[in-house]
């Protein structure tokens, strides 16, 4: 455990369902971030949080939608998603400047759009 | 733009040294990290560069030439476990982001 949990590990979704993608951590970092790891493709930052508050969104599109309720939590809703989705979704925390001890990630959920 | 190439895969031999080269291009650049990621797990902290130099951390060392471009990370006396991918990330200070590079697939054979 690196002390970021994500759920669900594994998830299978149809192009017309919704879902969430669940991120938590207590290490008392207060910035989180999405990424998407796809085959053969670099690690894609697609959200950055900063004390809640959304600082970067990479031109992602509308049908993921982030959510931080708070420093340690943050969710990744999913509706009317595409094949190419499919993905590892990976998030991590980290202090405000990320340098300060790096990111710590989390393992991924799984992604698999049917 | 942002830009980091790192060679897609390497393989070495149990015992030996083996070094694994980034450049990248990127704006508002303040530091490269290196991440070590084993099949379907989180990817891991190794190092932190933001100053020209050696950085050594047991086995494991990384070097960065902030006027080239240029980082490598150095593996020595190889382990099986060391089979994984390394990934190679620049570090955005303005927007507190992190880029990676596509990873090397490091493969150790006995």
């Known amino acids: 455990e690196t002390g970021v949990t994500q759920t669900p590990r594994h998830l299978v979704m149809g192009m017309t369902n919704k879902k969430s993608l669940k991120c938590e951590q207590h290490?008392?970092?207060?910035?989180m971030y999405w990424y998407k790891q796809s085959a053969k493709k670099p690690l894609e930052l697609m959200f950055v949080?900063?004390?809640?508050?959304?600082?970067e969104n990479n031109s992602v599109p509308s049908r993921f939608s982030p959510e931080c309720p708070n420093s340690s939590h943050l969710f990744l809703h999913l509706h009317t998603l595409q094949p190419e989705d499919s993905a590892l979704y990976l998030c991590?925390?980290?202090?405000?400047?990320?340098?300060?001890?790096?990111?710590?990630f989390g393992s991924g959920t799984r992604l698999t759009v049917v | 733009g942002q830009n980091i190439d790192q060679p897609t895969e390497m393989t070495a031999t149990e015992g030996a040294i083996v070094q694994i080269n980034c450049t990248y291009q990127?704006?508002?650049?303040?530091?490269l990290f290196w991440y070590q990621q084993h099949a379907g797990e989180a990817p891991t902290f190794l190092s932190y560069?933001?100053?020209?130099g050696l950085e050594e951390k047991g086995r494991f060392s990384s070097f960065l030439s902030r006027s080239k471009g240029y980082s490598y990370l150095l593996l020595k006396e190889l382990q099986m476990k060391d089979s994984a991918s390394y990934l190679c990330?620049?570090?955005?200070?303005?927007?507190?982001?992190?880029?990676f590079g596509g990873g090397t697939r490091l493969m150790v054979k006995p």
């Open positions: 560069n933001v100053l020209d």
């Open positions: 991590a925390s980290s202090q405000p400047k990320g340098t300060v001890g790096g990111y710590t």
């Open positions: 290490l008392g970092h207060n910035a």
């Open positions: 990127t704006s508002g650049f303040n530091g």
């Open positions: 990330a620049a570090y955005n200070n303005a927007g507190n982001m992190l880029t």
């Open positions: 949080y900063n004390f809640k508050e959304q600082t």
